[in-house]
Each structure stands twice: as C-alpha cells, then as structure tokens.
C-alpha cells in the first residue's frame, strides 16, 4: 500500500511539473481582434478649363508576402482574411479644381482635378500576435480612350498590430508605392500624420521604397481652333457667318467645352469657356476664331457652315472638315480654317464704252478750247 502510495506522489509530481512546463512555454494567450479600414487617395486630373469625364476605376487586394525578422527590423506576417475594395466612380462633369490637381502632383500647374476615396475593407482578417501584416492593392488598367494610368499600379499596405497592456491593437498603416518585400525597421517616427495614413508611432520603412497613400490618372483630351476668312475682291468682311460642330460619339453626360478667342483678328485675354451645345450654331465674322477644349479621345468631329458655297462664294476647308482624333495618349489640336471667297470682274464691255466717251469730250473740249484761243486774238 505504501508503494502505490507513493508511486502516486510521483506521477503527480510529474504531472504538475508538466503543468507549469506547458504555462511557462505560452504565458499569454491574446485575444485575436478583427481588421478595420483605411482610405486611400483617388485623383484624376484634367486640362484646365476642361470637364471631368466619366469614368470608373476598380481595384484588388490580395495578402503580401511574409519577411522573417533580422537585426533592428519587424516581424512581416501574410495579411490575413479577404479584405475588400470598393471601385472609384467620377461623374461627368464633376468639380475640379486647380489646389486638388496641385495636391496629386505639384507639377500640375496648368491643370485641374478632383479626387476621391479608396476605401479598403479589412473587417475579415484576424490578427493574433504583434507585428506587420501585410497586403498588395492592384490597380486594374483602365482601357478608358484618354486615361493615362498611374506609372505604378502596385500600392504595398502594411497594417502594424500592436502591444497595448496586454491587448492587440491596430497602430495605424503605412502605404509604400510599388510592392515592398522588405521588412520595416523598428524605429519610430512620431509624425502624427494619421489623415495621410501614417499613424502616429508607426515605424518608419526602410530600404529604397517610396511611401505613397494615392494614384494619379491623367485624362487626355485634344482641341479643335475654327476660323474664318473672308477674301476676294467682292468678300463683305462685315458679314457673319454661322457654323455648327458635331461631336460624335461623346459619352452621355460629358460636354466639350469652347470660348470665343480671337474678335477681327485680335486676340480675347481672358476668353471664357462654356459647354458647349453639340451642333449648336455659332457665329463667326471676318477673322474670328472659337476654340473647343476637352475633345475625348476617339471622338469624330465634322464642321458644317449654313450658308456652304452660296450667294456667289466658294468655300473652302485648310484642314479636314472631318476628323476623328486618335487614341494614342497624345493631345492633338486641329487648326481649322473656313476661307469664304467671292471674286468679282467687272465687265469688258462697259469699260470700253466708258474708255471711248471720255477720248470724245476730251478731244471735244480740247477744240473748245483752241476756238476761244483764236477768237481771242482776232479781236486783239
């Protein structure tokens, strides 16, 4: 009795020996927590002066590649969940402004913009332990006749899970253009740029990568300048002339925009630009000039005048009265001259009659003149 008492004084020893073994291996268990959202920035920028067109931009996300640790850099774990993103729609016509294009890129200082959130969904991932997790937002290649894509369509998030008195929390994100396969360094940057998707003590990134929270897309339109000439001998310089424009194939809601700029040859400083009504008239005198901006790219024009080839004018086009511009990515302003010429001789006839009576009074008033001469030295 003695020996199997004291047999189970040794297996119970060992089994609580066991016990503290397996507490002392995982001394903390955190509670998972679940993912949040984060924005980034949407800008598409226009020509000034030029519309807004509309045009949709979609996106994916997927899970990014794990970094094992090393010397001063942090932990990078494979995001977790299937987060999800939500397309960005411009409308036609929407705002734009000068500051906005200047927030995409300061470079844009002869162009307009407007910008819009990228709103990403990471409510389906769970994180676990303290570190980086990270994720690959793709940018899908517009095929919009016009859009230039932004050079880079990769933007790397990492979302920093932290440590705090024993809870998991979400630190912040960092957004780095391009795909990053580095692991972050330790250091801490408290910049409080949180708006801008930098939270406040997230880590600083190392290596050669950029950070970047927005894409840019450009939209490429192209012009139409439309004269008008009056020549010849019988040219009225002082008559108008109405004209009309046909955009083809314009997508509903987006106008082209025009100005008048050139009144008699002389140039309008400020001219300002309307949208305009597609093949509505415009008038147009001796020497004027319209200019119409914002002309998307595969869009066919064809230029009419009223009053073609009447009232004993020939008209005639310097360029093509029609043309589709090219979708190529490349802006293209046609020069289009409208020359109305009238021409006018008089007849032969009529200036012989007239050549043939002032030889016969001249010739006549010169003997006039001889008699009196005569006459008047007789009576001398």
């Known amino acids: 009795m003695k020996r199997i008492t004291k047999l189970f004084g040794v ?34 920028v226009v020509d000034k002066n030029t519309n807004i067109p509309g045009v949709t931009f979609s996106f994916t996300v997927a899970a990014g590649a794990a970094v094992d640790p090393g010397e001063g850099t942090l932990p990078v774990y494979a995001g977790t969940g299937s987060p999800t993103i939500a397309d960005v729609t411009f409308n036609a ?24 959130d990228i709103t990403i969904n990471f409510s389906s991932a769970v994180y676990d332990k303290p570190g980086v997790y990270r994720y ?16 880079q369509p990769k933007r790397t998030i990492d979302v920093y899970v932290e440590d705090n008195n024993g809870e998991l929390v979400i630190a912040g994100y960092v957004s780095y253009e391009g795909e990053f396969t580095a692991a972050p360094k330790q ?74 700029v050139k009144e008699n040859g002389t140039p309008i400083s400020e001219p300002t630009y309307t949208d305009y009504t597609n093949n509505s008239a415009i008038t147009l005198g001796h020497d004027d000039t319209y200019d119409f901006i914002g002309i998307p790219e595969g869009v066919k024009y064809t230029v009419t005048e009223t009053k073609e080839n009447q009232d004993g004018y020939t008209t005639t086009y310097t360029n093509e009265k029609t043309h589709t511009y ?55």
């Open 326 to 380: 090219a979708d190529d990515d490349e802006p293209e302003d046609v020069l289009l001259t409208v020359e109305n010429n009238r021409q006018g001789v008089l007849p032969t006839g009529v200036m012989a009659a007239t050549s043939t009576g002032l030889i016969i009074a001249g010739v006549g008033l010169a003997g006039l003149l001889i008699m009196r001469r005569k006459k008047d030295e007789d009576e001398d």
């Open 11 to 44: 297996l119970l020893a060992f089994a609580l020996m066991f016990t503290a073994t397996a507490v002392k291996a995982d001394p903390f268990d955190y509670d998972t927590i679940n993912g949040e959202s984060t924005k980034l920035k949407k800008y598409l």
């Open 93 to 116: 016509g929407e705002s734009a402004d000068a500051a906005t294009a200047l927030d995409a890129d300061e470079g844009y200082t002869e162009k307009i913009g407007a910008k819009k």
């Open 187 to 260: 250091s801490y940057t408290p910049n409080g740029a949180a708006t801008d998707g930098y939270a406040n003590g997230v880590p600083e990134g190392s290596g050669d990568m950029t950070k970047s929270n927005k894409y840019v897309n450009e939209y490429i339109t192209n012009e139409l300048e439309l004269s008008k000439q009056v020549t010849g001998n019988q040219g009225d310089k002082e008559s108008q002339w109405e004209m009309k424009v046909n955009f083809e194939t314009l997508a509903t809601g987006y106008n082209v925009k025009y100005a008048k």
């Open 136 to 151: 690959v937002v793709t940018e899908t290649a517009s095929t919009e006749p016009g859009v230039v894509n932004d050079s």
